[in-house]
């Protein structure tokens, strides 16, 4: 069917049912949320084959612009979420964070590393999310189809870690630059002065100081964001949606996205939470080391100190993201992510014997 030892429930039956035979238009609803891109008439665009080198780009073009401009969107929170890290008396609430911060500088104070957060998130979506599929790919493919039926979810977790771990070297240094100007007032107007005033203080290498900190806190993050992405879909068609994927509207898959992004992303927010403490401290001072941070901030305050903010920021974040990839790969005549319950998938089959 095709060219991959891909267990079928990995990708669901409608990516299948493209592969085996021409996909039939399906009745798209005119009404759409802003983010969500009207589908193409299917029956008249060429198909992207599975694992193609067009597919790995289309995935990654999708992953830059869900990564991208949704970091870059939520600039003002992070702003205010990486001041109440670093010094919490003084940025003791949300409220507070926000009132000191536009008194003190005022609208454009919120938008201080708006630059760096929205290439180096680009970067990062483009790896998160090209790789992705790739290593899901290719660790289904390494496993055989009945131990990559058997065992998903490490599947959906090993190919999640590696392709972040990749991508974080590649987001690392800007995520250096982000913070040293979000929580160091008059320390540079952006980037273009940002990053060469930065690499004067702290040498090159300094650019990648936060990197095991960051994997800290971006692998299990991802690894949570795919891994309960791909299962809550299951469970969503399986228990909630009245219907099987394969019958449902591409508008109503986005639909099952959206709402999965969203419940995996409270779970990434939480789990990531004490690694992006450390992150936000260590690049904030020079001599700031793990040690020091995990001794002075105390491991509660590590996995509690402004969370019910990147709570909220990162679960409306997540949710995005997962619409934007989604209904990018809609556009271009892909499936949608999410495993298709087993049974479905053996029905389907048994349909077609």
Partial sequence: MHNSRLPDSVYGTAALACLSQPCQAQ???????????????ESKQAKIPLYSAKYYQAC?????????PTHTSVTPLDVVKCNMQIDSRRYSSIGTGFKITLAEGGISNLLRGWAPTFIGYSIQGAGKYGLYEYF???????????????????????????????????????????VKIQTSPGYAKGLTDGLPKFVQENGVAGLWKGLVPLWGRQIPYTMMKFAAFENIVQALYTNVVPKPKSDC?????????????YLAGILCAVISHPADNLVSKLNA??????????????????????????????GTLTATQWAIYDSFKVYVGLPTTGAAPPSENEEEHAKKA
């Fill in 136 to 178: 899901k790919h290719l660790y289904a493919d390494m496993a055989g189809a009945q131990t990559a039926a058997n065992y998903q979810t490490p599947l959906f977790l090993a190919a999640s870690a590696s392709a972040e771990f990749l991508a974080d070297i590649g987001l690392c240094p800007l995520e250096a630059v982000k």
């Fill in 285 to 314: 001072s020079k001599e700031a080391t793990i040690g020091g941070v995990v001794s002075e901030m105390g491991w509660w305050q590590l996995a509690t100190r402004g969370l019910g903010l990147r709570i909220a920021m990162i």
């Fill in 27 to 41: 009745n798209v609803s005119t009404s759409r949320s802003a983010f969500l891109m009207a589908a193409p008439d």
């Fill in 249 to 261: 509207s591409k508008t109503e898959q986005l639909g099952v996205s959206f709402a999965a992004g």
């Fill in 60 to 68: 990654t073009i999708g992953g830059i612009l869900a990564c991208g």
